[in-house]
């Protein structure tokens, strides 16, 4: 029936024994006790036809523990690798676009301050201040004309005084 003696110390292991022994163990472990003990007695037959002792079912199942044990172990590191490469491909995908993002920053910097200085070159206060004084020279001429035409007009006398 079994291709595999665990008193054999052969590393290979029957999948179909195997199975067929921890569906019984699951039986066996059921919490009816009908079933639990049918189970309990189908595996010490299988056992007795077979030949295994309880020390060698003991030691296929220390295998079965370290060898899925190991096995697990490797999935989980791998997985854990894969998930710290997919990390470290966000990383620099993100590493590259803020550089962009600070090349772009450092060019629209600079342009700001090329307009700055443009903006507050010497050249435009020269320019306003020609424009003031000539608004204020304007305003003093039309002040100091009306100065004068008031001190030399002829002074206007109210025609209803002299009908009284």
Known sequence: MSTHRPDSGSPQLD????????????????????????????????AARSSITGGALKNLFTHLIHTNGDQHQITQLTQRLQKADESVYRAARQIESLRTALHNAQQEHAHLRHAL?????????????????????????????????????????PRPLYFR
Do not use: C, M, Y
């Open 15 to 46: 999948p179909r024994e195997t199975k067929i022994l921890s569906d019984i163990l699951a039986l066996v472990l059921d919490e009816q006790s009908g079933t639990s003990e049918n189970a309990l007695n189908a595996l010490k037959l299988r």
């Open 117 to 157: 200085s443009d903006k507050s070159s010497p050249f435009a206060w020269p320019k306003t201040t020609l424009i003031v004084t000539a608004l204020f020279g304007l305003l003093l001429g039309i002040a100091g004309a009306e100065i004068i035409h008031t001190l030399t007009a002829t002074p206007i006398h």
